[in-house]
T-cell receptor, first 114, second 113 residues
Framework: NAGVTQTPKFQVLKTGQSMTLQCAQD?????MSWYRQDPGMGLRLIHY???????DQGEVPNGYNVSRSTTEDFPLRLLSAAPSQTSVYFC?????????????FGPGTRLTVL | AQSVTQPDIHITVSEGASLELRCNYS??????LFWYVQSPGQGLQLLLK??????LVQGIKGFEAEFKRSQSSFNLRKPSVHWSDAAEYFC???????????FGAGTTVTVRA
């Protein structure tokens, strides 16, 4: 099993550009989520999904879109990148809904917005 | 506001010495409690978790944590650290009336020879 994979590992964008961060898992997990990690702030939940076709907002959803058309994939879209979105992004999955179960994290995407 | 607090931003410890990382939460009832570790350039890995029962829980890599309801704390300990324990450690909480995971700001551990 590859677990949770994320692409790309690194990305540099200019302000106003859009892009999609990819996340895939091969563990047949229903619950998937996106976090951003900023120094001194830990990880903050952006969006999450409890199954295909179902998504909801987390703590810091503004400027981000998600969709979940399959169990395996949960892409995160930046609509119009801003310097405040410079961060490290982690995707996670678990077998049952919510953080009560062990979260399996991907290796992260380091995004810089100029 | 409900929160998770890790009071120590950075701890330096000698190899072979003991380590204790503090975590306090401000949720009313007993939440689900976790410790995750992040090695440099890596994603997070679960060290241990507490849901109920015995308040001393054992995890991977020789770590343990103790839940103290009266102090709203869930401190992580290791009796003897190894150089490979240098990493960032995150305490995380899920309230019992919710299912979204909230993380503390993290504690960076440096191990000196």
């Amino acid at each position: 099993n590859a677990g949770v994979t994320q692409t790309p590992k690194f990305q540099v964008l200019k302000t106003g550009q859009s892009m999609t961060l990819q996340c895939a898992q091969d563990m047949n997990h229903e619950y998937m989520s996106w976090y951003r990690q900023d120094p001194g702030m830990g990880l903050r939940l952006i969006h999450y999904s409890v199954g295909a076709g179902i998504t909801d907002q987390g703590e810091v959803p503004n400027g981000y879109n998600v969709s979940r058309s399959t169990t395996e994939d949960f892409p995160l879209r930046l609509l119009s990148a801003a310097p405040s979105q410079t961060s490290v992004y982690f995707c996670a999955s678990s077998s049952i809904a919510g953080g009560q179960d062990t979260q399996y994290f991907g290796p992260g995407t380091r995004l810089t917005v100029l | 506001a409900q929160s998770v607090t890790q009071p120590d931003i950075h701890i330096t410890v000698s190899e072979g010495a003991s380590l204790e990382l503090r975590c306090n939460y401000s949720y009313g009832a007993t939440p689900y409690l976790f410790w995750y570790v992040q090695s440099p350039g890596q994603g997070l890995q679960l060290l241990l978790k507490y849901f109920s029962g015995d308040t001393l829980v054992q995890g991977i890599k020789g770590f343990e944590a103790e839940f103290k309801r009266s102090q709203s704390s869930f401190n992580l300990r290791k009796p003897s650290v190894h150089w490979s324990d240098a990493a960032e450690y995150f305490c995380a909480v899920v309230p019992d009336n919710d299912y979204k995971l909230s993380f503390g700001a993290g504690t960076t551990v440096t191990v000196r020879a």
